[in-house]
């Protein structure tokens, strides 16, 4: 809290060089300074009510400064001073000279509170888990309690150098820090008895970022030109994660018995460069760019505990080909992009873009040789090229079209084909916009594509690789019958049918409609509002299927399945000027999401449930102005989330005897209502 209260004040003092240099001559000045405090109630899980931002008690501060003297200029801005999701941004200058820029940004990502684990070590890269007969019998009060959160911080700065030419040069630096702990899925094994089953564990985070950019470039009246190269360096600083089976403390205190690879340490370079010509015969601009990156990183089994000494499970890996892993991938691209319009009323666009990803990372056979990494070391090129053109028709209609190919090419060492050796698209679009009516204007656009896919449709190949088509159809209308009323409605319908798809999914159909409307009943009050609702349908079914491995057959129930999902959202605000100097907002906000399941198989239960959520939001306040510079706002905010999480029927911390597992209780009750009062004061000057 003290932290929060001192950052506060401190704004305070960085407005007096504006305000001394206010009263230079040629001198301008402006800006503001907020400062503010908040109480805040919440009931249920304060998480997820605060899981991208800060809303705790708290006093916090907001800046905004700009100083302008003949062609210098100046700017800060301050943003949530004080409190978690705080940011900071400074930039100035010489116009036509150099440019210069700091940045300063933190937010933490709050997965959940006072979660509980059984374990040992929590926050360390060594967890050890007790006996389940031991876990069990220790009440849940007695478990560790930690938080998972994730905090990230970014830092840099920027200058820039033209000295008042067409050439100009710039150099960056920004660092990226992550550091925390979130929830991670591990694989327990009780030695006593050999029952297995998944838990959670927290893992710990700590990653640097560094990234170095350069960029040189021309700026002239038909030509820009530019070269820049980035050298970026990922350093985690907890690569490993190791726990121990559980076994007892005296087993654990000696061995290791598994190990979590998390990312490793990596270098990312690239260059680029890229060229637009302005002015061309037919009224044409041309653009071109390309570039070339290499991404490389590197660990050996010394580092994983896998030397078959310390876990029984590692002897499968005694036979690898090789102990360390050279991750090696290169990204080469180039697109090429020309902008015309030969004639009054038609402009076009044609275009190409190319991408290649080239993966050669080592492949690591185990298991004496009969397995392998090949089918995750992808490969892929991709081509697309397409034009689009618009023409103005008579009565202030106009008419665009445009087509597209792509052309995505996969592969690996061995040529596996999942998820598919290639993808073709084809694609074709027509719109249409009238806006004759000076209080209409209406648009209507169809798109159709078709995917061709080279592989055989098969349970292993992931439904939106597989051949397909998809139609999608968009109709929107924007109304001002009145002077004091606008009004929006927009409705989509998509439908993609998967044409060989006979072990996946099947059909998907999607509509969304979308209303608006704003009143102005008269200059001191508007009134707005708005309803949404999205509904999607999808149809999967699943054949018969047999496969051999390892010379045994497993056979593959059928099963159908459709999912409905169903989501409205709608809401209301309005604006009263009560006085020349008191404004009230008010706004409300409602939105809902309702699932339905049709799961058929004769081997299981059917099954009906879907996750379901609901999330109201009430805002109201009220600002009074004193004169105009200094105001004041008081305000109020309600929030109420609730969730029906199929996945925690019946949850429970302790182990199963059957099925070792272990959790937090994160995301179990997400249900939250929230109270915020803040008052908060502005000065201009």
Do not use: C
Not at 150 to 167: C, N, R, T
Not at 495 to 511: E, G, M, N, W
Not at 583 to 610: C, E, K, Y
């Amino acid at each position: 809290m003290k932290k929060k209260v001192y950052s506060a004040m401190i704004l305070l003092s960085l407005a007096s060089p504006a305000l001394a240099a206010a009263t230079e001559d040629q001198t301008e000045a402006h800006g503001t300074i907020e400062i503010g405090g908040q109480a805040v109630h919440t009931n249920g899980d304060k998480a997820r009510f605060q899981e991208f931002r800060d809303v705790d008690d708290s006093i916090f501060g907001a800046m905004q400064l700009e100083v302008q003297k003949g062609a210098y200029h100046f700017q800060f801005d301050a943003d949530k001073v004080g409190q978690d999701d705080q940011s900071y941004y400074l930039q100035g200058g010489e116009y036509g000279n150099f440019k210069y820029k700091f940045n300063y940004s933190d937010f933490t990502h709050n997965y959940g509170f006072d979660a509980v684990s059984p374990a040992t070590g929590i926050g360390t890269t060594r967890l050890v888990f007790p006996l389940p007969a031991t876990a069990a019998a220790t009440p849940v009060s007695q478990w560790s309690r930690f938080d998972y959160s994730v905090d990230h911080k970014s830092y840099g700065g920027e200058f820039e150098l033209s000295l008042h030419s067409p050439f100009y040069v710039k150099a960056g630096v920004e660092r990226r820090e992550d550091s925390g702990s979130r929830p991670y899925s591990a694989y327990l094994r009780d030695v006593a008895t050999a029952n297995r089953g998944p838990a959670e564990i927290p893992e710990p985070i700590s990653t640097t970022t560094d990234t170095l950019n350069l960029k040189a470039g021309y700026l002239g009246k038909n030509i820009s030109a530019s070269l820049a190269g980035m050298i970026s360096s990922f350093s985690n600083d907890n690569k490993f994660l190791y726990y121990d089976d559980l076994a007892g403390a005296a087993a654990v205190s000696t061995t290791v018995d598994r190990t979590e690879a998390f990312a490793p340490d990596n270098d990312y370079k690239k260059v680029a460069a890229d060229l637009a010509w302005r002015d061309l015969p037919l009224k044409s601009v041309l653009a071109i760019d390309g570039s070339y990156a290499h991404l490389t990183n590197s660990y050996s089994t010394a580092d994983l505990n896998l030397n078959g000494t310390t876990w029984a499970g590692a002897s499968g890996f005694t036979s690898l080909n090789r102990t360390t892993f050279d991750g090696d991938i290169d990204y080469t691209s180039a697109s090429v992009a020309l902008a015309s319009n030969p004639i009054d009323k038609l402009d076009t666009k044609i275009y190409y873009r190319y991408l290649d990803r080239d993966n050669k990372s080592s492949i690591i056979s185990y298991d004496s040789g009969n397995t392998d990494n090949t089918d995750r070391l992808m490969s892929y090129e991709k081509n697309d090229t397409g034009i689009d053109a618009g023409y103005r028709l008579p009565q202030k209609t106009r008419l665009e079209a445009g087509y597209e190919y792509l052309k995505l090419n996969r592969s690996t060492p061995e040529g596996d084909g999942i998820p598919a050796n290639s993808t073709t698209d084809n694609s074709v679009y027509v719109g249409v916009k009238n806006s004759a009516l000076d209080w209409l204007t209406a648009k209507v656009r169809y798109k159709h594509l078709k995917r061709d896919s080279d592989t055989i449709n098969t349970a292993e190949t992931p439904f939106y690789y597989q051949d397909q088509s998809r139609n999608e159809w968009m109709v929107g209308f924007d109304l001002a019958p009145v002077d004091t009323l606008d009004l929006g409605l927009d409705y989509t319908y998509k439908r993609i049918d998967y044409d060989a798809s006979v072990d996946s999914r099947q059909d998907d159909k999607r509509h969304s409609v979308y209303l608006d409307a704003t009143w102005r009943p008269s200059k001191r009050a508007t009134l707005s509002g708005f309803v949404g609702y999205e509904t999607v349908k999808t149809d999967t079914n699943r054949v018969a299927n047999s496969t051999t491995t390892n010379s045994a057959t497993l056979t593959t129930s059928p099963y159908s399945q459709q999912n409905d999902d169903d989501f409205w959202s709608y809401g209301l605000a309005a604006r009263v000027a009560a006085t020349e100097k008191l404004t009230l907002d008010f706004s409300w906000q409602h939105q809902r999401s309702d699932g339905q399941v049709d799961f058929s198989n004769p081997n299981f239960l059917a099954n009906t449930a879907s996750d379901d959520y609901t999330k109201k939001t009430l805002e109201a306040k009220a600002t009074y102005a004193f004169d105009p510079k200094f105001k004041m706002t008081l305000g109020y905010l309600y929030e109420r989330f609730t969730y029906e999480d199929v996945n925690y029927t019946g949850f429970q911390y302790q182990p199963v005897a059957a099925n070792q597992t272990f959790y937090s209780g994160l995301y179990a009750a997400q249900n939250y209502d929230a109270n915020v009062v803040y008052v908060m004061a502005a000065y201009g000057f």
